[in-house]
Nanobody
Framework: VQQLVESGGGSAQAGGSLRLSCKAS????????MGWFRQGPGKEREGIAAIDSDGSTIYADNVKGRFTISQDNANNTLYLQMNSLNPEDTAMYYC???????????????????WGQGIQVTVSS
């Protein structure tokens, strides 16, 4: 079983930045897809960024150019650098992972198996 724990959330002003971290422990996959998801107030959960074990990334259109997903394999940590934040980015953010032994395209809509508990990000205008 893999455990995922997010950190780094909090509050920011519009135009500001935050960096989220997601530490993985327990079983780790050698070939995987990991991603960041969020659920805003009254909204459905949406995938916003994904990265595979080769480092290939895909972003949702509404965060492309503002958010960057990255990973530190040595420390089993996933990151989401969020710049140019706006109030619409206010949401609970989740990291997630899944094995990808068939090497399918890793996208923000990939069916994830393990989920973190989530962390709140609030952006004020």
């Amino acid at each position: 079983v893999q455990q995922l724990v997010e950190s780094g959330g909090g509050s920011a002003q519009a135009g500001g930045s935050l960096r989220l971290s997601c530490k993985a422990s327990g079983y780790t996959y050698s070939v995987y897809c990991m991603g960041w998801f969020r659920q805003g107030p009254g909204k459905e959960r949406e995938g916003i960024a994904a990265i595979d074990s080769d480092g290939s990334t895909i972003y949702a259109d509404n965060v492309k150019g503002r958010f960057t997903i990255s990973q530190d394999n040595a420390n089993n940590t996933l990151y989401l650098q969020m710049n140019s934040l706006n109030p619409e980015d206010t949401a609970m953010y989740y990291c997630a992972s899944a094995p990808n032994f068939l090497r399918r395209l890793c996208t923000p809509s990939y069916e994830m198996r393990h989920w973190g508990q989530g962390i709140q990000v609030t952006v004020s205008s």
